[in-house]
Structures are given as C-alpha cells and as structure tokens.
C-alpha cells in the first residue's frame, strides 16, 4: 500500500457518523486478549496510547506505543484515549509514534485516520464509564478527495464482536 500523507483535522472531517459502540464489563485483560489472540487476518495491531507534552507555551498530543497492562495506570493517570494502530494500513503515522510533537493534534489525525479507538477508564466523578470503542470509516477534504477505511471498519467490528463475546 502507498503511504498516504496525512489527514489534517483542519481541512478533513468524518463523512456520517463513524462507529462507536459501548461495552460494560470488560477490563485490559480482555482487551489484551483480544487484540493479541493471534488473528491470521489481521496484520500486527499495535496500541497507542495518546499523551499530552509541553510545547513552547502550549501544549501538543502525541501518540506512544504502550502495553495492555499499563493501560489501568494511564488512565488513572487521565490518559484513558488510546488507538489500535495496524503499521502496514497506514505507516505514515509512524514519525508521530516515535513522539514527534509537531502535529499538535495527534488524537484528531489517527481518528481521522481510520484506527480504532478505545476509550478506557474514562471517568465521570467517581463512576468509571463503559469501554467505548470505535472508528472512523470514512473522511472527506474541503478539496472533495475522500478516503474509505474499510479495513479498520472491519477491524473494529472483529473487536467489538470478540470483546462482547467476553461479557456474555
């Protein structure tokens, strides 16, 4: 696949409403076993966890590859936004991986992107909310040009279909 340049949140915008889908009952083991149970079909899924870091007087996101098992912390940390992120689908996210903060807006351009996103550990007050995971099938430009994402749409609905497997 030809590496795409990357989407920018400022003149790129989801075309419908994307998928998202909530599930209740599920923790990091199940998300750690779902996305590495060794799925022939699926390249390499890799989880991105998105950071905040001091920039001049500002501050931008960047994306860090992360473990299933620190995802707890993260988000006890606030840091409950992460990405499910297939290389061979779109290696032009690679620089912003490696902690390149010159794209200020890293969460907006891996969704944008088409990866699956997991929200986990978000929190209302005290209650913790449901895993909410979703994706971004499709994105159009101010220009007209579109992009399609079919390939993370059917990878999110292979991890929404496993996980709720796990609950029930």
């Known amino acids: ?13 989801r075309t419908g409403r994307g998928h998202a889908t909530d599930i209740v009952g599920i923790d990091e083991k199940d998300i750690s076993g779902v996305l590495s149970m060794g799925n022939t079909d699926w390249p ?20 860090v590859e992360v473990a299933y098992e620190e995802m707890p912390a993260l988000a006890q940390e606030g840091r409950w936004d992460f990405f499910v992120w297939v290389p061979e689908w ?10 390149d903060a010159s794209q ?3 969460a907006a351009i891996a969704s944008l992107s088409g990866l699956v996103n997991v ?10 909310e449901p895993v909410t995971v979703g994706c ?17 749409v059917l990878l999110w609905k292979a991890i ?7 609950t029930s």
């Open 160 to 166: 929404v279909r496993a996980l709720r497997q796990r």
């Open 44 to 63: 390499t899924l890799v989880l991105l966890n998105v950071d905040r870091v001091k920039v001049d007087r500002g501050f931008a996101e960047v994306l």
């Open 104 to 106: 200020r807006r890293a």
């Open 119 to 128: 929200q986990y550990g978000r929190r209302r007050g005290a209650a913790v």
């Open 90 to 99: 779109t290696p032009e996210l690679a620089p912003m991986v490696s902690g």
């Open 1 to 13: 696949m030809m590496p795409r340049r990357l989407v920018d949140p400022t003149t790129w915008a």
């Open 136 to 152: 971004v099938g499709s994105v159009r430009s101010v220009d007209g040009e579109e992009r399609n994402y079919e390939e993370y």
